[in-house]
């Protein structure tokens, strides 16, 4: 049994630390915490470490603190910090959790939420450590999922775009084999989901096919998940002229798909989603921007150990 | 038939032996080797009926723990023999750990461990031939990549 006590003090550095009753319990303390404003993180600091711009995550997590009556000390890039002065990652840390309760860290290098947690006393939450995790961000995924579907288990989900670099991408289709979910993966070639990626799915009997074709793959789908082929990903700009405009989902293409998939996606999108699909009643994706303060507001209070005072 | 290429019996040194073919160059890279040794190597000797070895034989020096976790990282079931007045004082079969630190650099250059100064921790993914985890940036290394120091 996953109690509040799971959770209190702990790191989430990736989502493949957390058991698949741990990720339900956290779901459901998020539901719980949709409506919930007031005084519980009333005196708490929340340090904000982001070396590198992602206003969205910020906006997100500081949005949770204030609604929570915490408050937030900390910089939202790399040329205000520190670091442009040269001091270690692993000092900024030390010095930084005198001031606050909780760490959230944002960082360009891979492992960074990991080192800072080792070297930290107090939690870290990894908001996104280069093209490795951005484990919170999955828990909206998989929030969004559970609000606009009532469930998760079983679900036929479709990948498309960028599986190769999309780190969100990763993260979602690892966590999802928990789920006995059904996975279409939609990309050209030459962003397929990596090789290890597609072993592990293959060593743990995950059913999942690749397509290139977007309309395809959408027949039987019960959420499609868009994402955007990220052109600071690639170091030759011919190779992302050539897939900027891979796919593009718009209310032609969806005439291929049932009237109830939930189209999500992790944002900021560019024109992978016409702006008429907008309208379409379960396009989900600034939803699942907005349930992302829900998650938050949870998992903190959690980590925190005050949510005992709303979890039924 | 063998050991016919060896000048002579060690009276003070190391002897790597039951190294897998075709390591030996690599295995003496990865060590940390004092100026002005003697050092023999043999490579694809005969080893039994079918099978093939290396052997790196160094003259006055004795070989630290460190090199042996490297060697055992590059060929598992390898020996190591420190030899002392012509006796062998200790003989080990040296064995992939289940984890460790230190030892090899990440290769991935966006890997935190490049930029600060913490020593890498790795998780031992597959023992035959070695391949591990990065336990910060997760990525996959197989043997033939370690970089060591
Ligand atoms: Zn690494």
């Known amino acids: 049994m996953v109690s509040v006590s799971d959770f209190a003090g702990r790191d989430v550095i990736t989502v493949n630390e957390f058991r698949r009753d741990e990720i339900v319990?956290?779901?459901?303390?998020?539901?719980?915490?949709e409506q919930v404003t007031g005084t519980l993180l009333a005196g708490r600091v929340i340090a904000t470490l982001f070396f590198?711009?992602?206003?969205?995550?910020?906006?997100?997590?500081?949005?949770?603190?204030?609604?929570?009556?915490?408050?937030?000390?900390?910089?939202?890039?790399?040329?205000?910090?520190?670091?442009?002065?040269?001091?270690?990652?692993?000092?900024?840390?030390?010095?930084?959790?005198?001031?606050?309760?909780?760490?959230?860290?944002?960082?360009p290098l891979e492992g960074a939420a990991r080192l800072a947690a080792e070297v930290a006393q107090i939690p870290v939450v990894n908001c996104g450590d280069g093209a490795h995790q951005h484990p919170t961000q999955t828990f909206v995924d998989l929030y969004t999922m559970q609000r606009e579907c009532g469930r998760i288990d079983g679900l036929h989900v479709v990948f498309a775009g960028d599986l190769r670099y999309g780190r969100a991408v990763h993260s979602l289709v690892s966590v999802l084999t928990l789920f006995n979910a059904r996975i279409t993966l939609v990309s050209p070639q030459f962003l397929r989901l990596p090789e290890e990626q597609r072993r592990t799915l293959e060593t743990l009997g995950v059913e999942y096919r690749e397509m290139e074709s977007l309309e395809a793959s959408l027949p039987e789908a019960d959420v499609l998940y868009m994402t955007r082929v990220q052109r600071e990903r690639f170091t030759d700009p011919t190779e992302y002229d050539k897939f900027k405009d891979a796919y593009t989902l718009d209310m032609s293409v969806l005439q291929n798909a049932r009237d109830s998939l939930a189209i999500l996606h992790p944002l900021p999108r560019v024109q992978e989603i016409a702006r008429e699909v907008d309208v379409h009643p379960h396009a989900a994706y600034f939803r699942q921007a907005h349930y992302g303060v829900a998650v938050r507001k949870a998992l903190m209070a959690l980590i925190l150990g005050h949510a005992d005072k709303v979890l039924a | 038939m063998s050991e016919t290429y060896l000048v002579n019996k060690l009276r003070d040194g190391s002897v790597l032996d039951h190294l897998r073919?075709?390591?030996?160059?690599?295995?003496?890279?990865?060590?940390?080797?004092?100026?002005?040794?003697?050092?023999?190597?043999?490579?694809?000797?005969?080893?039994?009926?079918?099978?093939?070895?290396?052997?790196?034989?160094?003259?006055?020096?004795?070989?630290?723990e460190e090199d042996a976790a490297k060697i055992a990282l590059i060929s598992p079931h390898a020996t190591l023999s420190?030899?002392?007045?012509?006796?062998?004082?200790?003989?080990?079969?040296?064995?992939?750990?289940?984890?460790?630190?230190?030892?090899?650099?990440?290769?991935?250059?966006?890997?935190?461990?490049?930029?600060?100064?913490?020593?890498?921790?790795?998780?031992?993914?597959?023992?035959?031939?070695?391949?591990?985890?990065?336990?910060?940036?997760d990525r996959t290394v197989p043997s033939d990549l370690f970089r060591f120091g």
Not at chain 2, 23 to 42: D, F, H, W
Not at chain 2, 108 to 133: D, Q, Y
């Open chain 1, 25 to 33: 319990f956290l779901l459901d303390a998020a539901a719980q915490f």
């Open chain 2, 21 to 64: 073919a075709g390591t030996a160059l690599r295995a003496l890279g990865a060590l940390n080797l004092p100026p002005e040794r003697t050092i023999s190597v043999g490579i694809y000797l005969k080893s039994g009926r079918l099978e093939r070895k290396d052997i790196i034989k160094i003259d006055s020096h004795q070989l630290t």
């Open chain 1, 52 to 107: 590198e711009p992602s206003t969205r995550t910020r906006l997100s997590f500081e949005s949770a603190v204030g609604r929570l009556g915490g408050s937030c000390v900390g910089f939202a890039e790399a040329g205000v910090s520190s670091q442009a002065k040269g001091e270690s990652l692993a000092d900024t840390v030390r010095v930084v959790e005198g001031y606050s309760d909780l760490l959230l860290l944002r960082h």
């Open chain 2, 82 to 137: 420190l030899i002392r007045n012509f006796k062998v004082v200790n003989k080990i079969e040296l064995h992939p750990p289940l984890r460790f630190r230190g030892l090899i650099r990440c290769p991935n250059h966006a890997c935190i461990t490049r930029a600060e100064s913490v020593r890498g921790s790795w998780l031992v993914m597959e023992r035959e031939p070695v391949s591990v985890k990065c336990e910060y940036c």
